[in-house]
């Protein structure tokens, strides 16, 4: 029950200086709800949070196998960071131009008035195509080659370019499908698994191997807090934002539920598929040190991902406003999350994703911070948790 004192056995280790992190990670199984979960945190490159606790089993509370040193979570939409990292460092090196049409790449994209549509747009939400005038079934939303076809089809749900809409599930088989073609036909998985995870010793996958299936949790859903263990979030969701997700007809409805009936996260055959908008696995040290590849070196040299000129792009706002989707204010730069209202970071230079339900990853260069939040206790919730919130909180005040 949340709001009941549960007894929390904390594994790992914080740096000097960063023990309100664990006194706040604590704080999450005693009074938010929080049944497995890890964090972790890098400051200028090196590692300074490495937490985990609770069981392994959403389900199964204490009486689940414990959460090791090296459990794997699917992370939901917080895969998409990753995914659009993919796109930049093929822009980085030359093999895509973000302001070239999609259709110059992946030519029956050009169909029903797509034709104008941009790689840019793609990674910032304008394509228009947030949902599927029929929606794919399970078997088919992972099958790799259904959801391009779909996608490809599909008319645009406004002008491309002229207004932005969260792309819950459909960013899957755009993002995807721009990395195969861009890359000389590697999948997303094989593209993060020989460019971003080897080279940098992650736990971290877009289709998980056979053989590491073991060491992924399992993910239930689970009650949110009530007020004021929500961190300060708002309780309740405005009446616009409930009615949206109440209306099969709304947009907001038609885009989560692109792949109906949704599938199941813990089949082995959703952790294989290489869906790039949800279903990323990874420890929470290997998306914290993801993030931090992206803003420089991580504990010695060589092995920075981002350009300083990607970094810049990929954090410099391309989608502003009300979005259509998720029918609240939302910022984008190129496929990251922006610090905001809607999905609330360290500082305003922060850029990232969190997964609906609670994972977050992201990185702040300003502070030379980079966060990685993973649990299988999946609360109500899009943008902004409150257990994510309360860590983040902990780690501004380290920082003081």
């Given at each position: 029950?949340?709001?009941?004192?549960?007894?929390?056995?904390?594994?790992?280790?914080?740096?000097?200086?960063?023990?309100?992190?664990?006194?706040?990670?604590?704080?999450?199984?005693?009074?938010?709800?929080?049944?497995?979960?890890?964090?972790?945190?890098?400051?200028?490159?090196?590692?300074?949070?490495?937490?985990?606790?609770?069981?392994?089993?959403?389900?199964?509370?204490?009486?689940?196998?414990?959460?090791?040193?090296?459990?794997?979570?699917?992370?939901?939409?917080a895969t998409k960071g990753v995914a659009a990292a993919c796109l930049l460092l093929l822009h980085q090196r030359g093999q895509l131009d973000l302001d070239a049409p999609i259709g110059t790449y992946w030519p029956d994209f050009k169909a029903a008035g797509k034709e104008r549509v941009t790689v840019r747009d793609a990674l910032a939400h304008r394509a228009g195509v947030p949902a599927l005038d029929t929606p794919l079934a399970p078997a088919q939303a992972l099958d790799g080659g259904s959801g391009p076809v779909?996608?490809?089809?599909?008319?645009?749900?406004?002008?491309?370019?002229?207004?932005?809409?969260?792309?819950?599930?459909?960013?899957?088989?755009?993002?995807?499908?721009?990395?195969?073609?861009?890359?000389?036909?590697?999948?997303?998985?094989?593209?993060?698994?020989?460019?971003?995870?080897?080279?940098?010793?992650?736990?971290?996958?877009?289709?998980?191997?056979?053989?590491?299936?073991?060491?992924?949790?399992?993910?239930?859903?689970?009650?949110?807090?009530?007020?004021?263990?929500?961190?300060?979030?708002?309780?309740?969701?405005?009446?616009n934002v409930t009615e949206a997700y109440a209306d099969p007809s709304s947009l907001t409805r038609r885009a989560f539920g692109a792949i109906d009936p949704l599938p199941d996260e813990n089949d082995p055959g959703y952790h294989a598929a290489q869906l790039a908008a949800s279903g990323g696995i990874a420890t929470a040290r290997s998306l914290a040190r993801f993030y931090a590849a992206l803003i420089g070196e991580v504990e010695g040299p060589g092995n920075r991902l981002f350009a300083p000129a990607t970094l810049t792009s990929a954090r410099t706002p391309e989608s502003e406003g009300p979005d259509r989707v998720l029918v609240v204010n939302t910022r984008f730069g190129l496929g990251f999350m922006l610090h905001g209202p809607a999905a609330p970071l360290l500082t305003p230079g922060s850029f990232g994703h969190p997964g609906r339900g609670g994972s977050l990853g992201f990185a702040d260069p300003g502070e030379a911070v980079a966060f990685g939040y993973v649990t299988n206790g999946m609360q109500q919730n899009v943008t902004a948790d409150p257990r994510a919130q309360a860590l983040v909180r902990a780690v501004r005040d380290s920082l003081r």
């Open positions: 029950m949340v709001g009941a004192r549960a007894v929390v056995d904390v594994q790992g280790a914080v740096a000097e200086g960063f023990e309100p992190v664990r006194d706040a990670f604590v704080r999450n199984f005693e009074e938010r709800g929080e049944r497995g979960a890890a964090v972790a945190v890098y400051r200028d490159g090196r590692k300074v949070v490495d937490l985990w606790a609770g069981s392994a089993d959403g389900d199964a509370g204490e009486d689940g196998a414990p959460w090791a040193e090296d459990t794997a979570q699917v992370v939901r939409s779909a996608l490809a089809a599909q008319a645009p749900f406004w002008t491309p370019g002229a207004d932005h809409g969260y792309h819950a599930q459909t960013y899957s088989w755009l993002i995807g499908e721009l990395v195969r073609r861009a890359s000389g036909g590697r999948t997303i998985g094989r593209y993060v698994a020989e460019e971003i995870a080897r080279p940098l010793g992650l736990d971290l996958w877009i289709g998980l191997p056979a053989g590491e299936g073991h060491r992924v949790g399992r993910i239930a859903a689970a009650e949110a807090p009530p007020a004021p263990a929500a961190a300060g979030l708002r309780a309740r969701p405005k009446r």
